[in-house]
């Protein structure tokens, strides 16, 4: 995987001049900076970016240009990186379960927010940690409503356990904040709306005045064409409710976007290796590539047929499985897509807003994998 140095116009004149072997990620900086400059201006409280959505140093930079002072990190690697990109940004280590070196690694490279959601972790802090200037959030779940609840159940105190921990964590003498995740992929304001409440409960009941409220990430990507997400509308909802939840005692607010702030900077395109008896297609990339996330929150239907020439091909669509490069059968993605009918092989499929969870957990499984990045001046 490497960054070329060259800037093309976008991805149809790349495919019409290269005609890609291997799998490409088109990168437009403008648009990430444009995102970027979204969340700032319109979340009301600091934006910290969730780098294992993304962490490609040109992402990491187009951020810090941008004007983005935070960013949320889950290891040690990753507080390296962020402290060799943006040297004086500020950290957040919000993953709640650290091993005792991974403590002592981050204090020693100024990280001053933690994130806590057990009694065993809160104690590691407390034995490790000066309280002067440090803040730990105690990070809450709310039983979920049936959503994609799923790959963060794993983390989250309960209410009940929430207010005893943010007790202790004041008592101690820490910064006392609380944090929350509304699942990723949320569309739903009133996801945001039932945790601020509950979070409100949850400080009262331990008789604190919380400093921050880290509202997560969660914040949806573009994924279906006829639904694009409301960013506006969330930011309001998350001003308006803190406001009437807290009233006079309102925290700063605090958001840690990962797929919200790089999902559409990037667009994949693959390139069709076989249509077999003219029927299931067979791309260069797939489920352990750069499509890792798909069996999980579901296809996107953002999907254009290019011919190798670089023309969009629009004919009647016509349902099609597709299929991952390798010899694993669960290299397939989920349900059916309309393409154009007259899809061909060596044709090009561009599939738009894929720039998280897709480039960080590529694996090169059965020798597939190696993704090109290009750098675009716009995506369309
Ligand atoms: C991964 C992660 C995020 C980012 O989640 P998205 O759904 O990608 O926005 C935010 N906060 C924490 C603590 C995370 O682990």
Request: aromatic share 8%; net charge negative.
């Amino acid at each position: 995987m490497g960054l070329s140095k060259t800037i093309w116009a976008k991805p149809a004149e790349y495919i019409a001049h290269q005609r890609p072997e291997n799998p490409v990620m088109f990168f437009a900086p403008g648009v990430l900076q444009d995102v970027a400059r979204r969340f700032i201006d319109g979340f009301p409280g600091f934006v910290s970016y969730a780098v294992k959505a993304n962490p490609m140093e040109v992402v990491i930079e187009n951020l810090a240009t941008a004007g983005l002072r935070g960013f949320h990190v889950g290891s040690v690697a990753e507080m390296r990186l962020i402290r060799r990109l943006a040297p004086d940004a500020v950290i957040h280590y919000n993953n709640p379960v650290r091993a005792r070196h991974e403590i002592i690694a981050a204090h020693e490279l100024r990280v001053k927010s933690f994130a806590v959601d057990s009694r065993s972790e809160l104690a590691k802090l407390v034995e490790l940690l000066p309280t002067q200037g440090v803040e730990i959030s105690v990070r809450f779940r709310l039983p979920a409503p049936g959503a994609e609840d799923r790959a963060f159940a794993k983390f989250g105190a309960d209410p009940e356990l929430a207010a005893d921990l943010l007790a202790q964590v004041a008592a101690a003498g820490f910064t006392p904040s609380l944090s929350f995740h509304p699942g990723t992929q949320c569309t739903e304001a009133a996801e945001w709306e039932r945790h601020i409440l509950a979070a409100a409960e949850i400080a009262q009941k331990a008789g604190v005045t919380i400093a921050r409220l880290n509202v997560g990430g969660g914040f949806p990507g573009h994924r279906l064409n006829g639904e694009k997400p409301d960013l506006k509308g969330i930011f309001a909802a998350i001003a308006v409710s803190t406001q009437s939840a807290f009233g006079e005692t309102a925290p700063q607010l605090v958001c840690e976007p990962g797929r919200g702030m790089v999902a559409e900077c990037f667009t994949l395109g693959t390139c069709v290796r076989a249509l077999r008896d003219d029927e299931h297609v067979f791309l260069n990339d797939g489920t352990y590539g750069s499509l890792d996330e798909l069996p999980l929150v579901g296809l996107t239907d953002r999907i254009e047929v290019l011919s190798p020439e670089g023309q969009r091909k629009n004919g009647p669509a016509r349902l099609r499985v597709l299929f991952g490069p390798t010899c694993d059968w669960v290299d397939r993605l989920p349900g059916a897509v309309p393409l154009a009918g007259d899809l061909a092989e060596g044709d090009y499929l561009l599939f738009s807003g894929l720039g998280a969870y897709s480039i960080a957990t590529n694996t090169r499984f059965n020798g597939f994998g190696d993704v090109a990045i290009e750098t675009v001046l716009s995506l369309k």
